[in-house]
């Protein structure tokens, strides 16, 4: 069994990333984020990156970190509310903002793990994000023709894996990480529970072609909101 594991995520990444790099990072707020590889690309001191995530996680935590050390030039995401220094930086016109609708953007990065250059779509016909942008029109319906994504580096997270890079995602952990580990030209991808053996085909969510590096995720959760009830006396 060959392996693709690595005890070092640092290092990795380091051995890799590049200033201007396009990166893809799976999850959805703090759900499902590859947590141990972003503070792992934060180490790398990489600048003017462009980072493709549905949001850019919270002040502090998860891609927040990125926006914090301010390497990151230009961001694509659906959306990005739950986030005041990523505001002010967007406000100030410190950071580039590309806003895609969440299923634009799921379908840009599978599309671009797909090998679809382009794709056409009537979501976002008639509102700025149709900009600039070609349309058509199909059985007399517009469509605007939306690129593919496809990211020089790709950090996801993942439930279960083994050493050659299969991965299987836990409930909505899942969310964009299976889309931006097919995306990436290199993914790594960290993961909470590593197999001793090859992981059962009939359980793999994404494919040990598509990942390149295995490292182990860090086992902390971070909660976004945590909501709960009043304590009732007796």
């Known amino acids: 069994m060959s392996t693709k594991y690595s005890s070092d995520a640092a290092a990795e990444l380091a051995a890799v990333v590049r200033d201007g790099m396009t990166i893809a ?3 959805f707020g703090l759900s499902g984020i ?19 995530s549905n949001n850019m996680g919270v002040d ?6 990125l926006i914090e050390s301010r390497q990151v030039a230009k961001v694509m995401a ?3 509310g739950e986030n ?14 590309e806003f895609v609708p969440q299923g634009t953007l799921a379908e840009r990065l599978r599309a671009g793990g797909a090998g679809i250059p382009a794709f056409y779509t009537p979501t976002g016909v008639g509102t700025p ?44 952990a899942r969310n964009f990480n299976p889309l931006a580990a097919a995306a990436g030209r290199f993914t790594l991808a960290e993961v909470e529970h590593l197999l001793d053996d090859f992981m059962d085909p009939q359980l793999v ?7 390149q590096r295995v490292v182990d995720a860090d086992p902390v959760k971070d ?3 945590r909501t709960v009830r009043t304590k009732q006396e007796g």
Do not use: C, W
């Open 25 to 27: 990072v799976g999850g």
């Open 34 to 52: 590859p947590s141990r590889l972003i503070k792992a690309l934060r180490e790398t001191g990489a600048k003017n990156l462009t980072i493709v």
């Open 60 to 65: 502090g935590k998860g891609l927040g970190l």
């Open 78 to 80: 659906s959306y990005v």
């Open 84 to 97: 005041k220094l990523f505001a002010q930086q967007f406000l100030s016109g410190e950071l580039d903002v």
């Open 129 to 172: 994000v149709a900009e600039g942008k070609e349309v058509m029109e199909f059985d007399g319906k517009p469509a605007i023709l939306e690129r593919g994504i496809v990211a020089d580096i790709a950090l996801v997270r993942a439930h279960q894996g083994d050493a050659e890079g299969n991965l299987r995602y836990r409930m909505t």
């Open 205 to 211: 969510d994404t494919p040990g072609i598509f990942v």
């Open 223 to 225: 909660i976004e909101q």
